[in-house]
T-cell receptor
Framework: DGGITQSPKYLFRKEGQNVTLSCEQN?????MYWYRQDPGQGLRLIYY???????QKGDIAEGYSVSREKKESFPLTVTSAQKNPTAFYLC??????????????FGDGTRLSIL | RKEVEQDPGPFNVPEGATVAFNCTYS??????FFWYRQDCRKEPKLLMS???SGNEDGRFTAQLNRASQYISLLIRDSKLSDSATYLC??????????????FGRGTQLTVWP
């Protein structure tokens, strides 16, 4: 089955710890995105990548880092600099990037909490 | 001003009712429009794209009014399974830079028996 796989489903972070959220897609999509959703809020863009080895900051990139070494994979690291990391993190992908009319498709998310 | 504004609801309707959600967007450079559905504690899923001429998919009808920068979603004959949060999503192009998606906060719908 084609789709987007995020792992883990639940993650707990200790103070001062970096954690990495995995996102893998087998849809052969060029573009991948990371969003954060807080309760009662809309999705906010953290980082996005149009092609391998290239990525751009979104609206709330501080305290996060990404890499795009393979087309299929776009891991997100939540660093210790992110002081309020508790949220629902969603990875998405789309065909032909943001300047097309193609919708984005989402993984089933990772819930991150602070211990 | 937010890029996408939605009435958060909640909308509580009986089964079989017709319900309409509205959404406004602020940027006239918006290129494409979508409605997503999000169930509680789940990821958003594409419900339908919204085309300039309006489009229908079964019980769901989406309309776009570019002049008023307004999008709507109509659900007819509501089912219990329609209970969810409906997200209005807009793709905004900015000159020579790539466009990006903006998400509304969502409108919560509960359909009761």
């Amino acid at each position: 089955d084609g789709g987007i796989t995020q792992s883990p489903k639940y993650l707990f972070r200790k103070e001062g710890q970096n954690v990495t959220l995995s996102c893998e897609q087998n849809l052969n999509h060029d573009a991948m995105y990371w969003y954060r959703q807080d309760p009662g809020q809309g999705l906010r863009l953290i980082y996005y990548s149009q092609i391998v080895n290239d990525f751009q900051k979104g609206d709330i990139a501080e305290g996060y880092s990404v890499s795009r070494e393979k087309k299929e994979s776009f891991p997100l690291t939540v660093t210790s600099a992110q002081k309020n990391p508790t949220a629902f993190y969603l990875c998405a992908s789309s065909d032909r990037g943001l300047n097309s009319n193609q919708p984005q498709h989402f993984g089933d998310g990772t819930r991150l909490s602070i211990l | 001003r937010k890029e996408v504004e939605q009435d958060p609801g909640p909308f509580n309707v009986p089964e079989g009712a017709t319900v309409a959600f509205n959404c406004t967007y602020s940027n006239s450079a918006s290129q494409s429009f979508f409605w997503y559905r999000q169930d509680c504690r789940k990821e958003p899923k594409l419900l339908m794209s919204v085309y300039s001429s309006g489009n229908e998919d079964g019980r769901f009808t989406a309309q776009l009014n570019r002049a008023s920068q307004y999008i709507s979603l109509l659900i007819r004959d509501s089912k219990l399974s329609d209970s969810a949060t409906y997200l209005c999503v807009v793709n905004v192009a900015r000159g020579s830079t790539l466009g990006r998606l903006y998400f509304g906060r969502g409108t919560q719908l509960t359909v009761w028996p």
